[in-house]
């Protein structure tokens, strides 16, 4: 991996907290804490350099979501964007998916390079002229101006979730998507804001019995009635549409038994799924928790057919990670375009790729030294006790405020979008 692009962001608002590419890989959108959405173009290929797609370059900035209060429960409801998720493209111009705890809203980003001129009833300026001047009629002409990105909200999904949404996931008949919660998830039809339809609710008739709450969904990217959704347990719950309404009886229950030897004060915490992710063939589902990356085979329940260890090292460390809480981090997954390696974030701005056919895998690391433009990226190791190599590093300095919780793979090119707290790293192969 070679040619780092960074970009900086500056205050906490800026942390990123949110990295989406879209169907093509051509755009490359990120949130932040801020409410803000940044989209990424890539360049055109040059003529001198024919070989040597691009980079990536602000193509549009707004603001997605704005803080808001709820005057009925007291409480402050964050800008922050959760998720992004892109529509396939239909026209010209680009839509995507944008939720913060409570809101989905779906935007227009679109481009104007002409402008109309020439109107009857108002001057150049957009003022209007006196009617009693106007003894012609014109006909209105097109002109071209500079090139302008706009991006306008076309829907706003909102006051169906009470608690935080924590998935959004467009469905494959692309006239839906649903987005879910801790406790419910909601299906909704792009046309319709009013109105969803709720198609899993594991809310218990009393809230002391809750033992379990949902922390990732995920439509499968062919099955249009077919969807996975993970909890805190630990386990995936695979639910069919066709089977009811709702879909509170699952039609597959994909768990791991725990490993006795293992077990200690924190085996239920870590254990918790903070993202699950479909293969882009549809046959394997991947899963991250605390520790490990998981892939299972849809037609497989009782146990995982692979498993990754994202940081080993760290199982001794668990008691200061509760008390600085960093083991409720939430890290997600990506797969590659061709479901072959799988990519994922660690701490120290550590992240870490698993080739599943070498069954080889690499620690980067996304830092300053690191960006000048066509470095390589040289592989890092942890040592843990007993003598340190030159060129380890030890757990005891591990970075802990350092982390990468997001990361995106571009569809069908080795280019990734690392984001390490309020830097976005871009690296892509060398071989390009």
């Not at 960093?326 to 799988?342: H, L, P």
């Amino acid at each position: 991996m070679n040619y780092p692009d960074e970009i900086t962001y500056g205050n906490k608002a800026d942390i990123i907290s949110t990295v989406e590419f879209n169907h093509t890989g051509e755009l490359l959108a990120t949130g932040d804490k801020g409410g803000r959405v940044v989209i990424f173009q890539r360049e055109q290929e040059s003529k001198n350099q024919v070989h040597r797609r691009g980079e990536y370059n602000v193509y549009s900035t707004f603001q997605s979501h704005e803080p808001e209060f709820d005057y009925l429960k007291s409480l402050e409801i964050e800008e922050k964007i959760n998720k992004i998720r892109w529509l396939p493209q239909q026209n010209a111009a680009y839509f995507l998916l944008s939720t913060n705890d409570k809101t989905v809203k779906l935007w227009k980003v679109s481009e104007r390079d002409k402008r109309p001129e020439g109107y009857n009833l108002k001057d150049e300026e957009g003022r209007l002229r006196d009617p009693t001047t106007i003894t012609t009629l014109r006909v209105p002409v097109l002109r071209p101006m500079d090139l302008m990105v706009e991006a306008t909200p076309r829907r706003v999904f909102a006051n169906a979730h009470t608690y935080h949404i924590n998935s959004i996931s467009v469905n494959s008949d692309y006239e839906t998507y649903m987005s879910a919660d801790d406790l419910r998830i909601n299906l909704w039809n792009f046309e319709i804001t009013n109105q969803s339809f709720n198609i899993v609710d594991i809310k218990p008739a009393n809230m002391e019995e809750l033992t379990e709450v949902i922390t990732a969904a995920e439509f499968h990217p062919h099955h249009c009635n077919t969807f996975v959704y993970s909890s805190s347990k630990g386990t995936i719950r695979l639910c069919d549409m066709r089977a009811s309404a709702l879909c509170d009886r699952h039609t597959k229950f994909f768990e791991e038994p725990e490993d006795p030897s293992n077990r200690s004060f924190f085996s239920e915490i870590i254990s918790s799924i903070s993202d699950v992710k479909f293969s882009h063939s549809g046959r394997y589902i991947m899963t991250r928790d605390y520790l490990t990356v998981k892939v299972w085979d849809l037609n497989m329940e009782n146990r995982p057919i692979e498993t990754y260890q994202v940081h080993d090292y760290l199982r001794s460390k668990l008691c200061s990670l509760y008390e600085n809480d960093c083991i409720f981090d939430k890290f997600e997954c990506v797969w590659n375009g061709s479901d072959s390696v799988i990519m994922t974030g660690s701490y120290n701005n550590f992240f870490r790729m698993f080739d599943r056919n070498t069954k080889r895998d690499v620690t980067l690391e996304a830092s300053r030294e690191n960006s000048k433009p066509r470095a390589i990226l040289k592989p890092r190791k942890v040592c843990v006790g007993g003598k340190r190599r030159k060129d380890e590093i030890s757990v005891d300095s591990l970075d802990f405020s350092k982390k990468i919780l997001h990361t995106a793979w571009h569809p069908s090119e080795n280019i990734i979008a690392v984001a390490a707290t309020n830097n976005l790293y871009i690296f892509q192969d060398k071989v390009n």
